[in-house]
C-alpha cells in the first residue's frame, strides 16, 4: 500500500522548485575605487572606498549589458 504525502510537504516542494526555476545569476557591477580610480568587475559591494560605475552586465568581465525585461 502506497503512503500519500501530507498537503502541505507537496505545497513546500512546488514552492521550492517554483524559486528555482526563476532564479538565475546575480548580475556583475563595475565599481571604481575612490582613491586611485581603479576599476573591478565584481557581484558584490567592495566595501566603502568603492563606488558603483557602471551595470549590470551578464559576465564577470563587465563588458555584457544586462538588458532590462
Known sequence: MRHIKPLSTLCLLWLLLAASVQAGPAPWYLWR??????????????????????GPFKDSRCEKLLLAK
Not at 575605487?33 to 557602471?54: F, N, R
Open 33 to 54: 575605487s575612490k582613491i586611485d580610480g581603479q576599476l573591478a568587475c565584481s557581484q558584490t559591494p567592495l566595501g566603502p572606498g568603492w563606488v558603483q560605475d557602471a
